[in-house]
Structures are given as structure tokens and as C-alpha cells.
């Protein structure tokens, strides 16, 4: 099946560590984006790749890193240095090639739910 | 004042009823408009895109007045399995980064 996966579902992170949510694709698209959901506040965009070997800083990308060294993957590190990890980590993708409002369309995967203990 | 700006409700509802949520964007430079649901726990769906001349998919229309910069989604004959999450979300402008933004989201809740 094609689809987007996020693992593992649930992490736990202690203080001063550092941990690396997996997102993986296997649409073909081009773009990936994490984004961060606090409870009651709507999605908000920590990094995204367009294209391998090439990211850019979202709008809440400090404490954060991310690679793309495969298309098909696009993995994001929560350093020590985020003060306040806990919150929902989604990732999503879209193909990037064509246009129109049907390819801005991003599609989810299930979220990677972090904690501090 | 928020990119995207919708009432967090809850909206609580009988089954049947019809029930509307509205959308405000602040960046008149947007180009694409969508719906998105989003279950309890769960990660966002694509629900609807939302088109100039106004669309519809079964018991969902979306509506679009550019002028205005507001976006709506009109649900009728509300079912049970409606209850969820609706996220209002638009293009950053007019460029080709992809990247969205996305309102808080409205609550519906439908009752029996």
C-alpha cells in the first residue's frame, strides 16, 4: 500500500537528550513537511524539503534539525535545546511537479505523539 | 492577528441538523483553499478543496469569497460519524513552496 509512516507512535524523551522521529514515504512525492500540534492549536510548520538534499526552516525550526538524504525519507531530530518537546509531530508530503489546488493537497502520516519524562 | 482565524466552537449539534463553520485568512495573496478533518488523536485528512465558484462533495459545500477573504463549509443532514475536528487551511501566498497554514480548528460534535 502506498501511504505515508511515522514511527515510533509514542517517545519518550528525557532531559537533555536528543531523539529522531521517522518519517518515511513511498508516494514519490517530492515535498515533505513536519509540522508540531499543541492541544487546541492548529498545525504549525517546523521544516520542509522540496527536493533531496535541500530543506528549509519553518516557521518554529529552532531545537530542531532535519536531513533528506533519500526521497523517500525525511527524518527530524528534537535536540536538547527544545525546551518544550511535548506536543504531536506530524509529517506530511505532496508531489511537487505540477499545479493547481489538487497538488497542493498534503498528505498526513499518523503522528508520532513525544513526551518528557 | 492569527493567518487563519476560526471560532474553536464547540459546535454541538442533534443528529440531521445542518450545521456551517466559517473561516477567515488574513494573506489576500493565498491561492488554494482546503478543508481538512481531523479525528481525535489522529492525523488530518483532506476533506474538500475549496473552489472559486463554490463546490460540493454529498452533505459537504464549501464556499469561497475572495473579496471577503472567508472561507465556509455547510454540512448537512449531520451523522454521528461527523463528529471531528475541522481545520480551515490555505496556501502561504502566492508562492510555490507548498507550504500551508492552518486555522485552530472547529469542534463539531453531532449527538444522537
Known amino acids: 500500500d502506498g501511504g505515508i509512516t511515522q514511527s515510533p507512535k509514542y517517545l519518550f524523551r528525557k532531559e537533555g537528550q536528543n531523539v529522531t522521529l521517522s518519517c518515511e514515504q513511498n508516494?514519490?512525492?517530492?515535498?515533505m513537511y513536519w509540522y508540531r500540534q499543541d492541544p487546541g492549536q492548529g498545525l504549525r510548520l517546523i521544516y520542509y524539503s522540496q527536493i533531496v538534499n535541500d530543506f528549509q526552516k519553518g516557521d518554529i525550526a529552532e531545537g530542531y534539525s532535519v536531513s533528506r538524504e533519500k526521497k523517500e525519507s525525511f527524518p527530524l531530530t528534537v535536540t536538547s535545546a527544545q525546551k518544550n518537546p511535548t506536543a504531536f509531530y506530524l509529517c506530511?508530503?505532496?508531489?511537487?511537479?505540477?499545479?493547481?489546488?489538487?497538488?497542493?493537497?498534503?498528505?498526513f502520516g499518523p503522528g508520532t505523539r513525544l513526551l518528557v519524562l | 492577528r492569527k493567518e487563519v482565524e476560526q471560532d474553536p466552537g464547540p459546535f454541538n449539534v442533534p443528529e440531521g441538523a445542518t450545521v456551517a463553520f466559517n473561516c477567515t485568512y488574513s494573506?489576500?495573496?493565498?491561492?488554494?483553499f482546503f478543508w481538512y478533518r481531523q479525528d481525535c488523536r489522529k492525523e488530518p485528512k483532506l476533506l474538500m478543496s475549496v473552489y472559486s465558484s463554490g463546490n460540493e462533495d454529498g452533505r459537504f459545500t464549501a464556499q469561497l469569497n475572495r473579496a471577503s477573504q472567508y472561507i465556509s463549509l455547510l454540512i448537512r443532514d449531520s451523522k454521528l460519524s461527523d463528529s471531528a475536528t475541522y481545520l480551515c487551511v490555505v496556501t502561504q501566498g502566492s508562492s510555490n513552496t507548498g507550504k500551508l497554514i492552518f486555522g485552530q480548528g472547529t469542534t463539531l460534535q453531532v449527538k444522537p
Open positions: 494573506n489576500s495573496a493565498s491561492q488554494s
Open positions: 508516494l514519490n512525492h517530492d515535498a
Open positions: 506530511a508530503s505532496k508531489p511537487t511537479r505540477t499545479s493547481g489546488a489538487y497538488q497542493e493537497t498534503q498528505y
